[in-house]
């Protein structure tokens, strides 16, 4: 489904449809056929039945209990994200009344339509590619191959196929403001982890929550200024790569990285990150943005390295995913990309397939990037798990 359950648009939103058994008709919110418009979230669901059992909520769940004699007071909005899906790293963050939708793109250096293996399978996604390849989508149907914008806005009522973003509608400025308040809102309230890259020490529930771990209304501010890939922003960009957090200095490698070309003056810090950076994950986007700016020969050896050599897969998959946006320059990587594609590890071995069909020339969109053999193996598997005996 492109476009759909994956991305954050309105493909995420899924029926609810709710039976009440006539001895519990006194818990419904209203006579049978009823429709209710406030949102629901499917983190919601599980305080829901606890207040269903009279059973108390623990406070480390997200959601609220719409059902029961717990049930909070109708919510005005429905929250959404994305993330890293399989082998393909992105962040967007998302906020909908049901009515209008807000987005924010944190990795607005990424198109839309990464390559993801498992998606790859269905004929729509390579059907879609092949027209882009070809030259024969309209403007809005090309947009999927694009790089985003920080900020999305849509009417859903006018443009349910939200393609046309309203974010500098003047009409739509205090609605706009109203939604982006409740999204920051919602992400402080969640602790919202997405901004620590995968394998970072302080990844997690209980490591992020530490005194000073995870500074998390900085890092947004430094997020949202990275990501407007504002050329102003560089001298902030620079000093904040000195900074002793991690994660801070992540998003302001992340931020040099998405200026592209405009992060010019920043070479020299950016050659002292790959050289000296407690961080693997801040050298990577140092190295990449790097790779891009100069060609240079020690940030592409960092990234050919980390791919080949650093024990966690996910560091590995992020050194992978950077290789495959450096051009042909990833050549100089074919032997480790050719070790990933024969990975023990799906996500690895899916993008490392990718990688060595789009450098050997071969890739069309129906290259066989999936391990269908390998899924069917895991298929098999929790069918016999879930099998009885006989």
């Given at each position: 489904m492109p476009r759909g359950k994956r991305f954050c648009y309105d493909g995420m939103r899924c029926a609810l449809i709710i039976y009440f058994p006539k001895k519990w008709a006194h818990l419904a919110p209203g006579k049978a056929g009823t429709v209710v418009t406030a949102p629901v979230s499917f983190v919601d669901l599980a305080p829901t039945l606890?207040?269903?059992?009279?059973?108390?909520?623990?406070?480390?769940?997200?959601?609220?209990?719409?059902?029961?004699?717990?049930?909070?007071?109708?919510?005005?909005?429905?929250?959404?994200?994305?993330?890293?899906?399989?082998?393909?790293?992105?962040?967007?963050?998302?906020?909908?009344?049901?009515?209008?939708?807000?987005?924010?793109?944190?990795?607005?250096?990424?198109?839309?339509?990464?390559?993801?293996?498992?998606?790859?399978?269905?004929?729509?996604?390579?059907?879609?590619?092949?027209?882009?390849?070809?030259?024969?989508?309209?403007?809005?149907?090309?947009?999927?191959?694009?790089?985003?914008?920080?900020?999305?806005f849509y009417d859903l009522e006018m443009d349910p196929d939200e393609v046309k973003n309203l974010i500098l509608d003047p009409g739509q400025q205090a609605r706009i403001s109203e939604m982006r308040q409740a999204l920051d809102t919602h992400m402080i309230e969640v602790n919202d982890n997405g901004f620590i890259p995968d394998g970072c020490p302080i990844e997690g529930y209980e490591e992020s929550r530490k005194q000073g771990a995870y500074p998390l209304r900085r890092i947004m501010d430094l997020a949202a200024v990275a990501a407007k890939g504002d050329a102003?922003?560089?001298?902030?960009?620079?000093?904040?790569?000195?900074?002793?957090?991690?994660?801070?200095?992540?998003w302001a490698a992340q931020g040099l990285l998405i200026l592209g070309n405009k992060a010019k003056d920043a070479i020299p810090n950016m050659q002292k990150v790959v050289a000296d950076d407690l961080s693997v994950h801040v050298r990577i986007a140092a190295a990449e943005a790097l790779v891009n700016l100069t060609g240079d020969s020690e940030a592409m050896k960092l990234l050919i390295r980390t791919l080949d050599k650093n024990p966690n897969a996910r560091v590995r998959l992020q050194a992978l995913n950077a290789l495959t946006y450096v051009g042909d320059r990833a050549r100089l990587a074919l032997g480790e990309i050719q070790n990933a594609a024969e990975s023990d590890d799906e996500y690895l071995r899916d993008a490392g397939r990718y990688l060595k069909f789009v450098l050997e020339g071969t890739y069309t969109p129906a290259s066989p990037c999936y391990d269908t053999e390998w899924a069917a193996g895991v298929g098999a598997r929790r069918k016999m798990l879930v099998t009885p005996p006989k």
């Open positions: 606890l207040s269903l059992l009279g059973l108390p909520i623990p406070s480390y769940m997200q959601g609220k209990p719409f059902l029961g004699p717990a049930a909070a007071k109708p919510q005005k909005f429905a929250f959404g994200m994305r993330n890293r899906m399989d082998e393909r790293y992105d962040m967007i963050r998302t906020v909908t009344d049901g009515r209008y939708r807000y987005l924010r793109n944190y990795s607005p250096h990424r198109i839309w339509g990464q390559h993801g293996a498992f998606m790859w399978q269905a004929r729509s996604y390579q059907d879609w590619e092949t027209a882009h390849l070809a030259g024969t989508l309209n403007q809005a149907q090309e947009r999927f191959w694009q790089k985003k914008g920080f900020e999305e102003t922003n560089i001298p902030r960009l620079r000093k904040e790569l000195s900074d002793p957090n991690d994660v801070v200095r992540y």
